[in-house]
């Protein structure tokens, strides 16, 4: 059975940091996958923030995070993470991980949510300004 756990949310105060881990069980977060990070604050739709390719580490961010969020791998403990740095009040939302089944496509997509097979539980981030 494929699981996705996320980790790392808490309250934070508006311009700290934090660090989110998405770590699989089942599966591993490598081979032609796409992985992504998504959020959905009360009473919002749930919008894409990153994605990384498995394959290169290449990444894709939505306009309005990609200076203060990055995506990476971490192949030591096979998780990839969110780093949100600068945080903001309307970064308020519980954040999700997400991946793809492998395939041969080389792009990822941050915002078709149906692209991706897996998702996770989601770790709650609160900031507080």
């Known amino acids: 059975q494929v699981q996705l756990v996320e980790s790392g949310g808490g309250s934070v105060q508006a311009g700290g940091s934090l660090r989110l881990s998405c770590v699989a069980y089942?599966?591993?977060?490598?081979?032609?996958?796409?992985v992504g990070w998504f959020r959905q604050a009360p009473g919002k739709e749930r919008e894409g923030v990153g994605v990384?390719?498995?394959?290169?580490?290449?990444?894709v961010y939505a306009d309005s995070v990609k200076d203060r969020f990055a995506i990476s791998r971490d192949i030591t403990t096979r998780s990839v993470d969110l780093q949100i740095n600068f945080l903001k009040a309307e970064d308020t939302a519980m954040y999700y991980c997400?991946?793809?089944?492998?395939?041969?496509?080389?792009?990822?997509?941050?915002?078709?949510?149906?692209?991706?097979?897996?998702w996770g539980q989601g770790t709650q981030v609160t900031v507080s300004s």
């Open positions: 997400a991946a793809t089944k492998p395939s041969l496509e080389s792009g990822c997509s941050v915002s078709a949510m149906g692209f991706y097979d897996y």
């Open positions: 089942g599966i591993t977060l490598t081979y032609r996958r796409c």
């Open positions: 990384i390719h498995t394959d290169g580490g290449i990444t």
